[in-house]
């Protein structure tokens, strides 16, 4: 979105940060503790972003034979192409926030998205307004890596993150793993027990993300958009250049089969907080629907998706599975962590496998300037990414999204610097390398800059 | 009458016999094994506790724990019991001072640049302080029952003076180790000085929760950032 285009949005942010000014100094306020009885204790937060986005103009040949008329003018091929190439300002985030608590054993989160240019799902034609999150949790669900008073039982409902998510970002970027596998909330049930304090199981019962495609650089891109229906279609965004992944949820139906997931983790960790180890293997399991209708889009997803526009562009799959079995790390040492995760999928017999690992530091920096009883610079965490999707199948003759089978790597690397009590300032560079059908290295790059306000 | 009101004030001067006592404070590293490294001798208290413990004098203003560049200034503070300490803060930000050191515990909440609040301490017993805001903010207030305490140099060496004679306890107090104690009777027979190890134990910030017994560390991590 170029800056004149989001004039009206601007405008929303900053009378919500005049609205919400008074409880700007709120993000150091004791926390109290929560009331019993009926009554929750209501927590709203509100965070928006504003980027400076450069990305790279790359496009790839895509051997699909498209009808000319599908194609803008003078154009014989069709390509998959950086989404948005360029310097762009752009108002990424204005999300909602709302936790209601009731006593140790019952809480309640909401998130809504009024913008959310960067989890636009599928495409920029998608639903403007999202309901992020709406959960309901009975029972105490400990964060990872960290001990639980006791033992215990949680049942949560709802849409909510799946559990193998990396809770804990330190960029704003995506890496492979993280945006092929469990990006995007679920909706359903997921029930979790702590077997004491180290030991714990979760099983969930969830609608199941569709199968889509999407850019793993900030932008997903546009494919299927109502645009694209128009003779000579010449969108303002391109395709991206696109990988598999699990799209979000339309909504909360749950109906229709359910995917089912399991996960056995064993966690460590001081009684501080400071020093902590956690570690989890999982498992989903679901079938694949002959077609998913999505929002923005007039390309179904999941096995439509695999099949391609026309036979001779469908991919080899040989059943309706889709299983992903993995592991994942979290771990801690005072302003030192890791997350790293392993991913294992068969999608309809198409087997891929992706790793991540993200290390991360936080220092804290002296006190030198202050405005308003509050700190100027108050830490710096520098952070780094590597990612690596094997997609372990080939592509059919024709297809018009190639990039789906070739092999991706991405290194992410950045620096956060806390500029004042809720405000941050992120500036990160995806390197971002994939293997051509020909043998051939090419990159997609991208610079993202992120200016963060959250209260 | 008026020699039991001479009595009365005889009873309320300093013994006649001041005894003077010398000694050194060691610091060990963890298992006893050699000198450590990295932590101050000087911020040791070495206090007396008579048997038959006199009136304690309290001072007419209040001590004061100072914050500054985000510390607590001094970072040992010896008060004795019943003395209040006020806690002005100097720097241009927020801070929320407080401890739940029973049964000394309080809470100032959050406040700004300024004279600060204050705060008396009744009882006597160590009182560990932290910022609410600030994890890496740590002070220490020893608040004491006897007026014979202070500080080694930085060689270790130490003499308390003007105490009683008769029995009683020395203590070694580090914000790093376990105390050491040693019961004595004044004045003691031979030249020789007392010798205190103590072994280092604990980080210089040590491991603590806010004041509502939550992590600080994982109030940072960011869980509105998917």
Known sequence: MALGRSRERWCVLLLGMAFCGGMAGAAEEPVEEATAGLKPRLDWGLEAKASFRHSEDNRFVVPFPFDPIMLPVGQTRGFEQTVNPGSHFELSTVSLFVDAVWGDGLAAHGKIDFIDLYDRNPTSTDKKVDVDEAWIRFGIEPDPAALPARGGVYLKAGKFPKFERQDDRHLESYGLVSTAFNRFEDAGAELGVNLGRHVYLKLSATAGNPVFLRDPNALAGDNGTPAQRQPNPDPELHSGVVILYDAEIEDLDVDGELESGAALGYRFADEEGRNGLDVM??????????????????????????????????????????????????????????????????????????????????????????????????????????????????????????????????????????????????????????????????????????????? | MRILALALALLALPPLHAEELRGRVQLLAKGGKGAARGSDVRQAVVYFEPASPGPLRLPETSFQMVTERKELVPRVLVVPRGSRVRFPNQDPILHNVFSVSAPNQFDLGLYRQGPGKEKRFEESGLVRVYCNVHHNMVAYILVLSTPYSVSPNAAGEFVLTGLPRGPGKLTVWHEQADSWTMTLELPRKGPEPVVAGVEIVRPLIPSHLNKTGQSYFRSQRDRYNN
């Open chain 1, 281 to 455: 293997a999982w498992g989903y399991q679901r079938k694949l629907a002959e077609t998913v209708e999505l929002e923005g889009t007039f390309y179904g997803g999941d096995l439509d998706l695999l099949n391609g526009p026309v036979p001779a562009s469908a991919f080899a799959v040989t059943n309706d599975d889709k299983k992903e079995f993995g592991g994942n790390v979290w771990l801690y040492l005072g302003g030192f962590s890791f997350f790293g995760q392993y991913v294992d999928q068969k999608l309809g017999g198409l087997p891929r496998t992706g790793i991540e690992g993200e290390l991360a530091w936080r220092f804290e920096l002296p006190l030198v300037w202050a405005v308003g009883d509050r700190q100027l610079f108050t830490y710096i965490s520098p952070a780094v990414r590597y990612s690596k999707l094997d997609n372990k199948f080939s592509n059919p003759v024709t297809t018009p999204s190639p990039s789906f089978s070739w092999d991706w790597e991405k290194i992410d690397a950045g620096l956060r610097l806390g500029l004042f009590s809720g405000i941050d300032l992120t500036v990160e560079y995806a390197d971002n390398r994939f293997i051509l059908g020909s043998g051939a290295k090419r990159e997609n790059n991208e610079l993202l800059t992120t200016l963060r306000w959250k209260m």
